[in-house]
């Protein structure tokens, strides 16, 4: 359902400047330009032939500390977003119950 009053709905903001999360997405963006201007493009529209419609994922996740010095690799989008790379939850085990 669309918002009635513009109001209700908060803008999104970037996060700052010293922040983790913005030097993670000046990293991914640095990844991706660098593989456009190594990259061939013979449309001519600015990606790389071998990155359009795909993601430049890093072989080190930056959620767990990797930089563009680790490496970097073209995959599609849905494998690259479907890694679940947070820290999980810790099972917690419940003791079988002794009742009959």
């Not at 359009?52 to 996740?61: F, I, L, Q, T």
């Not at 073209?74 to 917690?92: Q, T, W, Y």
Request: aromatic share 2%.
């Amino acid at each position: 359902m669309p918002y009635k009053n513009k109001e209700d709905r908060k803008k999104q903001k970037n996060k700052p400047v010293d922040s983790k999360e913005f030097k993670a997405r000046m990293e991914r963006q640095k990844a991706r330009r660098e593989m456009d201007k190594k990259g061939k493009d013979a449309n001519n529209n600015g990606k790389a032939d071998k990155r359009e419609g795909k993601d430049v994922s890093h072989n080190k996740a930056l959620a767990q500390g990797g930089t563009n010095k680790d490496g970097v690799k073209v995959e599609s989008a849905s494998a690259n977003r479907s890694r679940n790379l947070k820290k999980k939850a810790p099972v917690s085990r419940q003791k079988k119950s002794t009742r009959r």
